[in-house]
């Protein structure tokens, strides 16, 4: 490059020798003078993050597993193998960051709808396995796994790349997820502020039913209608916050549990709800004879939780708004449809960016 601007420069002197005038002048110095310009602006793109160590500097968290992750500077090439995290990451603000995803994403509405691009992203993990060679090839500076896949992130971390784990299965689990990613992402600002809306909101709702009576509430999961949430669940915890009493809260673990009839007999729910990914419909728990008698059956409250875009009961940023559609449903006096349904059209608008429907959030009429 720089034999090529002296011979340029040569050239234009020899021609300033035996042209009079000016005229070609600045037409046969162009190229001379556009070489030199990135070396000028150089040092003005670099100097931002020279003067903002905040944005620069190792970062070092402790896990969900309690295990220690050390970045030398915030993540900029992200692999999230767990949708949980995925659907957290765009609420930050990180889709531009993620080069690896979860499989199955091309079944994910959300990502249909707000970033298209994912579903051409290489699916390399589940919580079920996880490919090591298709995320090393993809040089990622940070993995997220959920801890299923604790025996993967030690290899990988083996291989030096870092990888946290994740297990936001509680309310406070929740929020402590979205701050471990505020800090290896550099965007700890909108991790705080995403966790002052949803508290916020928890806040609002548990007030407004602090002192009403509350009903009694069982949630079944996605096998069959007899599989139930746990006292150590996330469900758990929204079904009270709203208002509700988890009747199936005395199983114990974080995970779905199988019951009989006769133990959901003797609960005896006053509603049901069954999550949005459920494989059977409201009406087999209807036409199950076992079951007629339940208070829930009889008065006809069984609800799906909504929505079409993405499931309201995992421990996910939106499921804020199944919080406020639980709340509804338990205490329409207190939280309306229209509360709710407003919440969740400006909720996706600001955190992802889209317009939804009525119906994609759940409005069947």
Not at 123 to 134: D, F, H, L, M, P
Not at 144 to 170: F, R
Not at 290 to 301: E, H, I, P, Q, Y
Request: proline residues 6%.
């Amino acid at each position: 490059m720089k034999k090529r601007c002296l011979s340029v420069v040569a050239l234009f002197a020899l021609m300033l020798q035996l042209l009079s005038g000016c005229a070609a002048g600045p037409a046969e110095s162009a190229p001379p003078s556009a070489d030199p310009t990135p070396t000028a602006t150089a040092p003005a793109q670099t100097e931002p993050a020279e003067t903002a160590p905040a944005l620069s500097g190792p970062v070092t968290v402790t896990d969900q597993a309690g295990r220690e992750v050390t970045l030398d500077a915030p993540a900029e090439k992200i692999v999230s193998c767990y949708y949980l995290v995925t659907a957290s990451l765009l609420t930050l603000g990180q889709k531009d960051k993620i080069v690896g995803i979860e499989m199955k994403a091309n079944s994910r509405e959300l990502y249909k709808l707000c970033a298209p691009e994912f579903l051409e992203l290489p699916g390399v993990g589940s919580g079920k396995e996880t490919n090591i060679e298709a995320i090393a090839a993809l040089e990622p500076d940070l993995v997220l796994l959920p801890k299923k896949q604790l025996e993967a992130a030690e290899t990988l971390a083996g291989l030096g790349i870092p990888t946290a784990v994740v297990e936001p299965e509680t309310y406070g689990a929740f929020n402590e997820l979205i701050a471990m990613l505020g800090a290896l992402c550099g965007c700890e600002d909108k991790a705080a502020a995403l966790t002052a809306y949803y508290d916020g909101v928890v806040e609002r709702v548990t007030a407004l039913t602090r002192d009403v009576e509350k009903p009694s509430v069982y949630l079944c999961g996605e096998a069959s209608y007899l599989r139930a949430c746990t006292g150590g669940m996330y469900q758990r915890e929204m079904i009270e916050m709203a208002g509700g009493i988890c009747v199936s809260a005395e199983l114990e673990g974080a995970r779905w549990a199988d019951i009989s009839a006769e133990q959901l007999a003797a609960w005896d729910p006053e509603v049901i709800f069954s999550v949005s990914y459920a494989e059977y419909a409201l009406d087999d728990i209807r036409n199950d004879a076992a079951l007629s008698g339940l208070k829930a059956v009889k008065g006809d409250r069984l609800y799906t939780v909504p929505s079409e875009i993405e499931a309201w009961d995992y421990p996910q940023p939106s499921s804020i708004l199944g919080l406020l559609w639980m709340a509804h449903i338990l205490h329409p006096e207190l939280v309306s449809r229209e509360d709710y349904v407003k919440e969740a059209q400006d909720f996706y608008q600001k955190y992802f960016g889209i317009e939804v429907s009525k119906e994609q959030v759940g409005v069947v009429s």
